[in-house]
């Protein structure tokens, strides 16, 4: 059996996808940065091989004899001093240079991880997007970078005949990240910092396993050309602020912080770190792409084509927090103060 290649391997989805596949017997090449560090695929069993996806011959050398490529590297960021370097690049020159190396290896099929931020959002809490929908006016450099290298791999598949699977996963949520993501630092800080307000929006919630499952079941059933999304439960900002509070013991912000307001202050944000060099907490462009915005998904496609399923907001929160707590994300001073709710033991 030919193995199957995970590229982004140590990342969140990448290394709960190849526990999964290992576990199901699969033989896995996990392909990681030359200087990745390989916690995250400790006692796995699956193959090591270390190169960029950024790098045409290090990417052949790891698709070559592969059967199948999960494709789930890129720069998930949004802010950086070069974003054109650290965000757009990765995304879509790597997602060309995977699909086009797969290509040329004869692989069987790729499974491209792309996201819920290419399908769209609205200031309308009661609409919901599904596959056919797609995101005309983004804001962020990620939202930008995403957008492109999903048109960069429906192009490479149709040039090639080579079979492509797109996911598109809400916002990702569970156990099982060794860095802290873009994602599950809005629950680490609140763990850490709390929340002093909140604002208007909603968004989709999934687990993580639940998106490496879906990517499976991608693999298995999905037609190419076609994209499923991943997503889970919808909420609000302040309702997952209170999910939190209820489960960590933690007081939730109780002050609607206004759109406009929140603009301003992310564009004060934006001129000290201009003149520290660091990253603002928050820029002007995330307010644009996510304050006031509803991102809410229609997960009935890969139900009903691939038998995709998922958890309840209320148990993706309990596994992330169990495994933030745990893993030591959060500082001993905080710890002190949770009053954790007994369900978080063993949570993941």
């Known amino acids: 059996m030919k193995p199957t290649l995970v590229t982004g391997a140590n990342g969140h989805v990448g290394n709960n996808l190849c526990r999964l596949l290992a576990a199901r017997g699969e033989p896995v ?4 940065r030359p200087n990745a560090d390989t916690a995250p695929l400790d006692g796995l069993g699956v193959e090591i ?3 960029d996806i950024l790098d045409a011959a290090s990417t052949a050398a790891a698709v070559a004899g592969c059967g199948r490529v999960h494709h789930t590297a890129a720069g ?3 802010w950086s001093k070069d974003p054109e370097r650290d965000i757009v ?3 879509v020159e790597g997602t060309r240079i995977v699909l086009e190396a797969a290509a040329k290896a004869g692989a069987e099929k790729v499974l491209y991880v792309s996201s819920g931020i290419t399908v769209g ?3 309308d809490p009661g609409r919901r997007f599904d596959e056919k929908d797609a995101n005309d006016h983004p804001h962020t450099w990620y939202a930008k970078g995403k957008i492109a290298a999903e048109r960069e791999a429906i192009a490479i598949a149709g040039r090639t005949g080579m079979p492509v699977v797109t996911v598109n996963p809400a916002l990702i949520l569970g156990p099982r990240f060794f860095k802290i993501s873009e994602s599950t630092k809005q629950v680490v800080d609140f763990l850490n910092h709390g929340a002093p307000a909140y604002f208007d929006g909603g968004f989709g919630v999934v687990d993580v396993e639940d998106v490496a499952r879906g990517a499976m079941l991608g693999m298995e059933k999905g037609k190419s ?4 999304i991943r997503s889970g439960d919808d909420v609000t900002s302040k309702e997952t602020f209170d999910l939190l509070a209820e489960m960590t013991g933690l007081p939730g912000p109780s002050m609607k912080l206004p759109v406009p307001v929140l603009r301003i202050a992310a564009g004060a944000m934006e001129l000290a770190s201009r003149l520290t060099g660091s990253r603002p907490m928050l820029d002007r462009s995330q307010v644009d792409e996510f304050a006031g915005k509803y991102a809410y998904f229609d997960s009935s496609k890969a139900k009903r084509e691939l038998g995709y399923s998922w958890l309840p907001v209320r148990d993706v929160l309990r596994r992330t927090v169990a495994w933030a707590v745990d893993r030591g994300f959060v500082a001993e001073a905080r710890r002190k103060l949770l009053r954790a709710d007994p369900s978080l033991a063993g949570a993941y």
């Open 49 to 51: 091989v270390r190169g």
């Open 89 to 91: 690049r990765p995304s």
């Open 76 to 78: 998930f960021l949004m």
């Open 121 to 123: 959002h609205t200031t």
């Open 29 to 32: 090449r996990a392909m990681i």
């Open 225 to 228: 050309g076609e994209r499923y």
